[in-house]
């Protein structure tokens, strides 16, 4: 069983930054891929950025790609995502997930609670 707990969100000035964390709670992530996502009003919810545990290699949607980073602390189990030259088309809720197989399934299992960011112009 993992748990995720998301931290960071607030209300920010368009062309600002963010970092958001996600702490992780689980005996291993070993072989997992650690993904943020999120929602907007009215929208559905929306791939951001996954990293590999293991080896750190990392995938960017193109709407974040060169603005966004992911990346985490292996052995502090945290996850973070560093958004710059925030818009407000970036406003939602974001969300880490947690996958234990995604080669194979392509889900993620688990999901963190989520913590708002708003961009504002």
């Known amino acids: 069983q993992v748990q995720l707990v998301e931290s960071g969100g607030g209300l920010v000035q368009a062309g600002g930054s963010l970092r958001l964390s996600c702490a992780a709670s689980?005996?291993?992530?070993?072989?997992?891929?650690m993904g943020w996502f999120r929602q907007a009003p009215g929208k559905e919810r929306e791939f951001v950025a996954r990293?590999?545990?293991?080896?750190?290699?990392?995938v960017y949607a193109d709407s974040v790609k060169g603005r966004f980073t992911v990346s985490r602390d292996y052995l502090k189990k945290m996850m973070y995502l560093q958004m710059n030259s925030l818009n407000p088309e970036d406003t939602a809720v974001y969300y880490c997930?947690?996958?234990?197989?995604?080669?194979?399934?392509?889900?993620?299992?688990?999901w963190g609670q989520g913590t708002q960011v708003t961009v504002s112009s």
């Open positions: 997930a947690a996958a234990r197989d995604y080669r194979n399934t392509g889900d993620y299992d688990y």
């Open positions: 689980a005996p291993t992530l070993t072989n997992y891929i």
């Open positions: 990293i590999n545990w293991n080896g750190g290699s990392t």
